[in-house]
């Protein structure tokens, strides 16, 4: 008689809520009571058993504690080690604040000789330099400002004023023989130092470390045939902002107007090119592409011959995944630096101990000039580079460390939400503003949906085009019509921001010149005359340029409670009256654009115009009057 053995298993119950210690410890001796009571009935504290089961629960404690503490470094509101914040900034687009340097304004003097007699006495603007953009400028002390941008003597613009007075005139004519030329740009304070960086075979995505801590700024890099490298956000952008100097021999169309327009913007596609990584410890790396190739890009793009080599020719293979390294047998992520040398000229240290006052950045240490010697006497020009001086007109300041745990979180929050993207309608207007003066001078922008016509011929919105209205400043701060260069230069800087489905049309906005005539009651014992050139003065505050915006409609009680509350003397003001000026465009030069102002004015409010327009007192000398009804009796 035989018996047959059978074996079952039993499925032991596991919990795996457990946290800390404790829970381990407690479930480890309902488990053992559990499935092992007659093995093991032991459980005091002084026990062998209890010791395993306690180290387990140790073990498990301190397995869940990283577990935890690797998911919460997973997560940009709760991280707290800086090399997870400096990877998760950098992944988004985010370059840390490694050191920020000090900022200031320099002012910077030169003296040109004179052109003309009499009333056409001038200065020689042919003498006029280019103070480059990286000139040294150092405080007594050795803190070394930099300048970010070119100070060019040779042009001006509402935001880019230039200054000149008489500096010497001739004892016996009294004609002028040298004047004085003043204008500021921007500077920020660091040391410049250059490194340099030797390179065998061509080795992919290859990166090399500066020496110092806390580097600004990549101010160039140079390798040994004299080849430029250009730093990019990221190795993908294939594309990068460069300019060149407005002229007939670089575009003959828009040369005219090189006196408002000293460069045309454009976008060079460059194959050499790097990224910069900030390392939380200080350091800055660059990191460089790909490509091995020396062939042109436009030779090597992937093709259905390099993109699927590997794959078999049956049509039943063509689900097959390819091999996505073929993409990298192209410059798509720039070239990797082989067999040369890299020289990188960069700027580096800042901090709170930059700031300085007014006054004492003043000593000159590093200058580059242009200037156009053709024509001009050597000693002269000679004598007008020796003439050049500097000094900071404001105190220094932004001078500061890098960013704590908690600004460097935030920061990353509002660079992700940001996107780097003109996805809002503001978006394109702080880009339009955000334009360098030395590619056009834009003082209002206004953004709006463009529309088009349906088969009723009912104007309906268009939802894949924006109408970008921009004006200008001249010299005597009055609105005028941006030129052709300027808005070339503004549409390639804006491809760089706007969504690939959005078409912007950039266009001049009307300009509605006015005049403003108040009529008032007087307080006794003022003296009329008196009252009413403050009231002019107040309400051509009211209209000063820099107050008014596009579709800006006139609310004439706040002109009226404006003119009662800040101007003494003044009982009530009884009525104001807004006129159009277009008929005096041809002596005055105004715009010339007829509005009919009182079919806008509604409720005490005068509206712009349905295209978008902006009002303008052009001449407030002229263009506001006053007069007094009568005063207290």
Request: with cysteine.
């Given at each position: 008689m035989g018996y047959e053995l059978t074996s079952k298993k039993k499925n032991k119950e596991v919990r795996y809520l457990n946290k800390d210690f404790s829970q381990f410890r407690n479930n480890l001796i309902e488990f053992s009571k559990q499935y092992f009571p007659n093995t093991y009935q032991d459980f005091n504290e002084s026990s062998p058993g209890m010791m395993f089961i306690e180290m387990a629960s140790y073990v498990g404690d301190v397995m869940s504690y990283?577990?935890?503490?690797?998911?919460?470094?997973?997560?940009?509101?709760?991280?707290?080690?800086?090399?997870?914040?400096?990877?998760?900034?950098?992944?988004?687009g985010y370059k840390p604040r490694l050191s920020a340097p000090s900022s200031t304004r320099l002012e910077f003097f030169q003296l040109v000789p004179n052109t003309g007699e009499g009333n056409n006495a001038a200065p020689d603007y042919n003498y006029a330099l280019n103070i480059k953009a990286g000139t040294r400028v150092e405080t007594a002390d050795g803190v070394v400002?930099?300048?970010?941008?070119?100070?060019?003597?040779?042009?001006?613009?509402?935001?880019?004023?230039?200054?000149?007075?008489?500096?010497?005139?001739?004892?016996?004519?009294?004609?002028?023989?040298?004047?004085?030329?003043?204008?500021?740009?921007?500077?920020?304070?660091?040391?410049?130092?250059?490194?340099?960086?030797?390179?065998?075979?061509?080795k992919k995505y290859d990166k090399v470390l500066l020496s110092n801590s806390n580097v600004i700024d990549i101010i160039s890099c140079t390798d040994s045939d004299g080849n430029k490298w250009y730093e990019v956000d990221s190795l993908a952008q294939d594309t990068i902002f460069d300019e060149i100097?407005?002229?007939s021999d670089n575009d003959p169309e828009l040369s005219q107007y090189s006196s408002n327009v000293p460069y045309i913007l454009r976008l060079k596609r460059v194959s050499k090119r790097f990224t910069t990584f900030r390392r939380p410890d200080g350091k800055t790396e660059l990191r460089f592409g790909a490509g091995i190739s020396d062939n042109a890009d436009e030779d090597i793009i992937p093709n259905p011959d390099n993109v699927g080599s590997n794959l078999p020719g049956s049509p039943s293979k063509l689900y097959e995944t390819f091999d996505p390294s073929n993409f990298l047998k192209t410059k798509t992520y720039g070239q990797a630096p082989s067999n040369t040398s890299l020289t990188i000229n960069y700027q580096y240290g800042g901090g709170a101990q930059d700031n300085v006052a007014a006054g004492r950045v003043n000593k000159i240490t590093g200058i580059t000039f242009e200037i156009d010697e053709t024509n001009l006497t050597p000693s002269v020009v000679n004598f007008s580079?020796?003439?050049?001086?500097?000094?900071?007109?404001?105190?220094?300041?932004?001078?500061?460390?890098?960013?704590?745990?908690?600004?460097?979180?935030?920061?990353?929050?509002?660079?992700?939400?940001?996107?780097?993207?003109?996805?809002?309608?503001?978006?394109?207007?702080?880009?339009?503003y955000a334009l360098p003066d030395k590619y056009g001078n834009i003082a209002k922008a206004y953004i709006t949906q463009d529309t088009i016509l349906d088969e009723e011929q009912q104007t309906q919105p268009n939802p894949l085009a924006l109408n970008l209205y921009i004006l200008g400043l001249n010299t005597n701060r009055h609105l005028v019509n941006v030129n052709d260069a300027v808005k070339e230069n503004l549409k390639t800087y804006l491809t760089r921001f706007?969504?690939?489905?959005?078409?912007?049309?950039?266009?001049?906005?009307?300009?509605?010149n006015i005049g403003v005539k108040a009529n008032i009651?007087?307080?006794?014992?003022?003296?009329?005359?008196?009252?009413?050139?403050?009231?002019?003065?107040?309400?051509?505050?009211?209209?000063?340029?820099?107050?008014?915006?596009i579709n800006q409609p006139i609310i004439i009680s706040e002109l009226q409670t404006t003119i009662q509350n800040d101007v003494e003397g003044v009982l009530s003001v009884l009525d104001i009256t807004i006129t159009n000026q277009d008929?005096?465009?041809?002596?005055?030069?105004?715009?010339?654009?007829?509005?009919?102002?009182?079919?806008?004015?509604?409720?005490?409010?005068?509206?712009?115009?349905?295209?978008?327009?902006?009002?303008?007192?052009?001449?407030?000398?002229?263009?506001?009057t006053t007069a007094v009804d009568g005063g207290e009796g």
């Open positions: 990283y577990v935890d503490s690797q998911f919460k470094e997973s997560l940009l509101g709760y991280s707290e080690e800086l090399r997870t914040l400096y990877s998760m900034a950098q992944s988004f400002f930099r300048t970010i941008e070119d100070c060019d003597m040779r042009y001006e613009s509402s935001r880019s004023e230039r200054e000149t007075e008489i500096f010497e005139r001739d004892s016996a004519t009294d004609t002028p023989t040298y004047w004085y030329i003043r204008k500021e740009v921007r500077a920020q304070s660091g040391n410049v130092t250059d490194e340099d960086f030797s390179f065998g075979g061509a100097e407005n002229n580079k020796t003439s050049v001086r500097a000094s900071n007109v404001e105190a220094s300041s932004g001078g500061m460390g890098a960013e704590s745990v908690e600004e460097l979180r935030e920061n990353i929050k509002a660079y992700f939400q940001a996107q780097n993207r003109a996805v809002t309608k503001d978006d394109y207007i702080i880009r339009t706007k969504p690939v489905t959005d078409a912007v049309n950039i266009k001049n906005a009307y300009v509605i009651l007087t307080k006794s014992g003022f003296d009329h005359q008196i009252v009413m050139t403050n009231v002019n003065q107040r309400i051509a505050e009211f209209f000063d340029v820099d107050r008014w915006q008929t005096y465009s041809s002596t005055a030069g105004y715009s010339g654009n007829r509005y009919n102002i009182s079919s806008a004015l509604r409720n005490g409010i005068v509206y712009p115009a349905k295209d978008p327009s902006i009002f303008e007192v052009k001449l407030p000398n002229t263009d506001i």
